[in-house]
């Protein structure tokens, strides 16, 4: 009974992997002859005509390893193939390989012409938006510069404002020519958050020169007493220079 079940489990599978050799040798020929050998092994005709011209007979556990290992490697071809043909397949299709094939696919493109002329047609986008949005860029930047122009130009005409962003430097370059004026010692009365100057005067618009004054300084004089003094510094908002520097005694 046993004898019986191998046989024909032997014939079964011998006459599919022998029908199925025959057709995958159209694709996969070392493949396909791999399966005829696999089939060989297993139709009791073969082993008996192997086993009249050898006198020998595989045992089993040998037979059972050698089909195991044919039937991987013959996969192993058979897949290589199948891969190869769909390669093939690919390329006739106009796509570069397999996995470009199966991007165009899913976005519905059966074919590597269309999906060329998407992407073409993407890039051409990209670069258009990239090209759009530099123009803006520069548009902005172009509109932010005639701004911060207009208000320089404002602002040039504005004692009020010229005055007022030049203070600081014309606070620092005045402090030493207006101190010179004390023939013994100086005390500046401002305080930490005070402002020396007081008053902004255009002296010359068109070349920047403004008059600042103020009153926050005491001179000391030969018997120890202290009076305020008031002065006036000329500078030159353009070169950053001291022109001229009054000072009287007494307040604004």
Known sequence: M???????????????????????????????LLWLVIAGLLLP?????????????????????????LYIVSLLFIVQAEQQEEHEKALALGFKDIAE????????????????QYLSDLQAAKEAQVAAEKAKAEEEARLAKLEKEQEEKACRESIECWGKRNIGEASIACDGPIERFAQYDYEWTEGFFG??????????????????????????????AWQNYRYAC?????SREVLNVEVFSGRL
């Open 2 to 32: 046993k004898q019986k079940l191998i046989s024909t489990l032997n014939w079964t599978f011998g006459v599919i992997f022998a029908l199925a050799g025959i057709v995958t040798l159209l694709t996969s020929p070392i493949g396909g």
């Open 45 to 69: 005709p073969v082993r008996n005509f192997a086993y009249g011209k050898t006198g020998k007979v595989l045992a089993l556990k040998y037979r059972a390893a050698a089909l195991t290992v």
């Open 101 to 116: 094939q199966q991007i165009a696919l899913g976005l519905g493109f059966d074919n590597g012409a269309d999906y060329q």
């Open 234 to 238: 000329y500078f030159d908002t353009i």
């Open 195 to 224: 402002e020396k100057f007081s008053r902004a005067i255009w002296t010359d618009r068109k070349a920047g020169h403004i008059k600042y004054v103020g009153d926050q300084i005491k001179f000391q004089n030969g018997f120890g």
